[in-house]
């Protein structure tokens, strides 16, 4: 029965490939999506080759230059080219907010299982932590932790992974206290399974649907995080570029040269436009095949 249980019919490679293809053409959010952030991506790779600029040079006779041919944004208050830094703080706050959304859709799947599958003693204690972190708001938990640590990357992924596991833990419990009363659960039980073999290999299939779509946005929510944090000088430390210290840094020539704050800006949005884009693409898949 447990062969039974654990054979699942994978698609031949040659028929796959249509069907995505169909698949993004049916769904214009999760293509329009997909492709904004590839072209995001492919830009913050590319850097070096794009601007040919060194992010951090400085050039004390070309400060707060304005938008020309060598310098397409122009240079910040300490002649460093400004589009150069742009697409490199790209790679930074990026990189980050899908590495720093890692741990807590980890930890935080974990324990959604154990509290939905086991109950119990379990299921009370991780509900009342996951009570306690949650009545608190988010930034302002992320910026005292931050702020307790000490500024810096570590200091970023420790507050979001201690922040952000509670939603995925209350997704992912949600989904398994309806999924475990299911038939494939109950025939894995009747076949003897051990319980990590059920929740890992027959469970966590089937109830990460929802927690991935909320990883999407849950991407954007970390970005804007990280902006925050370097905007009030907690984040990333200089003289890595990052957009929110360089909207920190060019707030204060906003007057005279807009396109320092602005452009970053701009590229937040981009950014979170392309994640939504994708997160709601992937629920209106995930909706029909319901």
């Known amino acids: 029965m447990s062969s039974t249980i654990e054979t699942v019919a994978e698609p031949s490679a040659g028929k796959l490939l249509p069907r995505v293809g169909r698949q993004l053409v049916r769904n214009p959010q999760l293509s329009v999506g997909l492709g904004l952030l590839t072209a995001l991506v492919l830009l913050f790779l590319l850097a070096p080759v794009i601007s040919g600029e060194n992010p951090n040079y400085q050039n004390l006779l070309q400060t707060l230059a304005g938008p020309s041919g060598s310098h397409p944004l122009g240079t910040d208050s300490l002649g460093r080219d400004a589009f150069s830094r742009l697409l490199y703080a790209g790679r ?15 930890l935080g799947t974990t324990l959604g299982l154990l509290a939905g599958y086991l109950g119990g003693w379990v299921d009370a204690v991780i509900m009342r932590v996951l009570e306690i972190v949650v009545a608190f708001p988010f930034y302002v938990l992320v910026i ?28 992912v419990r949600g989904e398994v206290l309806v999924a475990r009363r299911v038939g494939y659960v109950q025939a894995a039980k009747a ?4 319980t990590p073999r059920i929740l890992f290999r027959h469970l966590t299939p089937n109830v990460l649907t929802q927690a991935l779509v909320y990883a999407m946005s849950d991407i954007v929510m970390t970005i804007l995080a990280i902006v925050t944090l370097g905007f009030l000088g907690l984040g990333v430390q200089p003289p890595t570029a990052e957009w929110g210290s360089m909207m920190q840094d060019g ?29 709601d693409g992937l629920a209106t898949e995930l909706g029909r095949r319901q």
């Open 92 to 106: 930074i706050d990026l990189g980050i907010g899908i590495a720093a959304v890692l741990a807590p859709f980890i």
């Open 144 to 171: 005292a932790i931050v702020f307790a640590l000490g500024s810096g990357v570590r200091s970023i992924f420790i507050a979001i992974t201690a922040v952000a596991w509670v939603s995925y833990a209350r997704i």
């Open 191 to 194: 076949a003897g399974l051990s």
């Open 251 to 279: 707030y204060q020539y906003i007057s005279i040269h807009p396109w320092l704050v602005t452009a970053p800006g701009i590229a937040v949005v981009v950014t979170g436009v392309a994640l939504s884009l994708i997160g």
